[in-house]
């Protein structure tokens, strides 16, 4: 194995491959936004490259759901003055010409919603992507999903870092209900939050919003290849993240950045296929950004195979500087092992255990699969990412050859770990470990909810 280890190590640092892709990724493909040509596009390199690496069975996965196109988006406040804020529309909010008076929800906690029950209908309501430091963690999402259950009439979401930076991010949705399920919903920088809220301090506030966006019937895909081993009939790795990003940006370290990796990976491990047990499948996704779209689908078109998945990686944002993060998710008992072979690689990845409910690998973990989501968080919280600055020179390419060299080589360890030490949770297991997260009605509401 060490021999390996060395060529695969050698190979990483002494190729371009990996950066070039993560670049064509960013500056050919833009933002790979979901059902957009840039996206369809991404997908066909993405072929293209795991068929010149040797991979098994590469093929496209397509799927149908509602794509989004952004049109006009225009915030005005008519009163106490007149003023114009920039805006950016969220991923599934519909078309309006509407006048609104304002409502501050701040961190959109329950207390906060249940004080203001009365008060949120027909409102525009002002929400932080903040969180308390004590208490359940709540994703824009689920608080969307909040206030629309209280007939608000608009979601204001506040991206909290400073620098005039509107977020991004889609709303919840289900694509079997009819697509005008959804309200306006706009994106707003901080610093004008802050200076909405100066004058709603002043008195009561009231908006004008304008947008002018198109739902219709689209279709994507997830990028599929393989490497077969002596035995593939008998247990699959799944190596994954999702290509997709927002059409504001290029996305770069949400998510071209695990998408250059799990490449990276595929291309170092084609030469040792004889060496597998198993089989090792490399996934792409399309459509996590749109509400996991690629993933939950990828699940349900395969859901009588899923026992046959020994373990799923799941690469979301890799590109920061710093230590690599495997948050395990239902594979308890995997830490000890996991920690003691990134020990003996040796590697500076830490394994933590950890439930992210907004990544492709969560699809997965509801019908008991093990896994872990793979991240560089770097200083914490979002960053860049969902904001029309995660740009190609934001990435630290070190990072990325270090992230694929200690992947690459964890993965060997995972396919020739005998005996393996995880397991599949049965229904009950996996709801039970749901419950101090608050996502069973934003799952409910997508049809996302596997349990009776």
Request: charge should be negative; glycine fraction near 8%.
């Given at each position: 194995?060490?021999?390996?280890?060395?060529?695969?190590?050698?190979?990483?640092?002494?190729?371009?491959?990996?950066?070039?892709?993560?670049?064509?990724?960013?500056?050919?493909?833009?933002?790979?936004?979901?059902?957009?040509?840039?996206?369809?596009?991404?997908?066909?390199?993405?072929?293209?490259?795991?068929?010149?690496?040797?991979?098994?069975?590469?093929?496209?996965?397509?799927?149908?759901?509602?794509?989004?196109?952004?049109?006009?988006?225009?915030?005005?406040?008519?009163?106490?003055?007149?003023?114009?804020?920039?805006?950016?529309?969220?991923?599934?909010?519909?078309?309006?010409?509407?006048?609104?008076?304002?409502?501050?929800?701040?961190?959109?906690?329950?207390?906060?919603?249940?004080?203001?029950?009365?008060?949120?209908?027909?409102?525009?309501?002002?929400?932080?992507?903040?969180?308390?430091?004590?208490?359940?963690?709540?994703?824009?999402?689920?608080?969307?999903?909040?206030?629309?259950?209280?007939g608000a009439g608009a979601f204001l979401?506040?991206?909290?870092?400073?620098?005039?930076?509107?977020?991004?991010?889609?709303?919840?949705?289900?694509?079997?209900?009819?697509?005008?399920?959804?309200?306006?919903?706009?994106?707003?920088?901080?610093?004008t939050a802050h200076e909405i809220r100066?004058?709603?301090?002043?008195?009561?506030?009231?908006?004008?919003?304008?947008?002018?966006?198109?739902?219709?019937?689209?279709?994507?895909?997830?990028?599929?290849?393989?490497l077969s081993g002596d035995h593939p009939?008998?247990?699959?790795?799944?190596?994954?993240?999702?290509?997709?990003?927002?059409?504001?940006?290029?996305?770069?370290?949400?998510?071209?950045?695990?998408?250059?990796?799990?490449?990276?990976?595929?291309?170092?491990?084609?030469?040792?296929?004889?060496?597998?047990?198993?089989?090792?499948?490399?996934?792409?996704?399309?459509?996590?950004?749109?509400?996991?779209?690629?993933?939950?689908?990828?699940?349900?078109?395969?859901?009588?195979?899923?026992?046959?998945?020994?373990?799923?990686?799941?690469?979301?944002?890799?590109?920061?500087?710093?230590?690599?993060?495997?948050?395990?998710?239902?594979?308890?008992?995997?830490?000890?092992?996991?920690?003691?072979?990134?020990?003996?690689?040796?590697?500076?990845?830490?394994?933590?255990?950890?439930?992210?409910?907004?990544?492709?690998?969560?699809?997965?973990?509801?019908?008991?699969?093990?896994?872990?989501?793979?991240?560089?968080?770097?200083?914490?919280?979002?960053?860049?990412?969902?904001?029309?600055?995660?740009?190609?020179?934001?990435?630290?390419?070190?990072?990325?050859?270090?992230?694929?060299?200690?992947?690459?080589?964890?993965?060997?360890?995972?396919?020739?770990?005998?005996?393996?030490?995880?397991?599949?949770?049965?229904?009950?297991?996996?709801?039970?470990?749901?419950?101090?997260?608050?996502?069973?009605?934003?799952?409910?509401?997508?049809?996302?909810?596997?349990?009776?």
């Amino acid at each position: 194995m060490k021999q390996i280890d060395s060529r695969i190590c050698g190979d990483i640092w002494s190729s371009s491959e990996l950066r070039d892709s993560h670049r064509q990724l960013c500056l050919k493909f833009g933002g790979r936004f979901s059902g957009s040509d840039d996206a369809a596009k991404a997908a066909r390199f993405i072929k293209s490259k795991f068929t010149e690496y040797g991979l098994d069975n590469v093929r496209l996965e397509p799927f149908d759901m509602i794509t989004w196109q952004r049109g006009s988006a225009v915030l005005e406040m008519i009163s106490p003055v007149e003023r114009m804020f920039p805006c950016l529309a969220l991923p599934y909010a519909p078309s309006c010409n509407r006048e609104f008076e304002l409502l501050d929800l701040k961190m959109c906690r329950a207390e906060d919603v249940e004080t203001h029950a009365d008060d949120i209908p027909d409102r525009a309501v002002l929400v932080d992507d903040r969180n308390p430091s004590k208490g359940p963690h709540l994703h824009r999402l689920q608080k969307y999903l909040s206030v629309l259950k209280q007939g608000a009439g608009a979601f204001l979401f506040i991206q909290n870092p400073p620098g005039m930076l509107a977020p991004t991010g889609s709303l919840a949705f289900n694509h079997r209900k009819p697509v005008d399920q959804t309200i306006p919903s706009v994106g707003l920088a901080n610093e004008t939050a802050h200076e909405i809220r100066y004058w709603l301090d002043q008195g009561p506030v009231q908006l004008r919003l304008r947008m002018d966006n198109t739902l219709v019937p689209g279709a994507d895909c997830n990028v599929i290849g393989e490497l077969s081993g002596d035995h593939p009939a008998e247990y699959l790795i799944l190596i994954g993240g999702h290509y997709d990003g927002h059409d504001i940006a290029q996305g770069a370290v949400d998510n071209a950045s695990g998408v250059a990796v799990v490449m990276e990976i595929a291309r170092v491990l084609a030469p040792f296929r004889e060496h597998l047990k198993g089989r090792l499948r490399f996934i792409l996704f399309g459509s996590e950004e749109m509400g996991l779209v690629g993933s939950h689908t990828h699940v349900q078109k395969h859901i009588d195979s899923l026992s046959s998945i020994r373990f799923m990686f799941n690469l979301d944002c890799v590109g920061s500087p710093g230590n690599l993060l495997l948050m395990m998710h239902h594979a308890s008992e995997l830490i000890q092992p996991f920690s003691k072979l990134a020990a003996e690689l040796p590697s500076d990845m830490a394994i933590t255990e950890n439930l992210v409910p907004f990544s492709d690998h969560f699809p997965f973990f509801l019908h008991g699969v093990p896994a872990a989501f793979c991240c560089t968080p770097g200083d914490g919280g979002r960053g860049w990412g969902h904001t029309i600055a995660d740009t190609f020179e934001k990435v630290s390419q070190e990072t990325l050859q270090r992230v694929a060299a200690h992947l690459a080589r964890m993965v060997l360890r995972v396919d020739a770990m005998d005996p393996w030490r995880g397991r599949h949770r049965t229904p009950a297991e996996v709801k039970k470990e749901l419950e101090p997260f608050p996502v069973e009605p934003l799952l409910r509401y997508e049809d996302h909810w596997p349990f009776e």
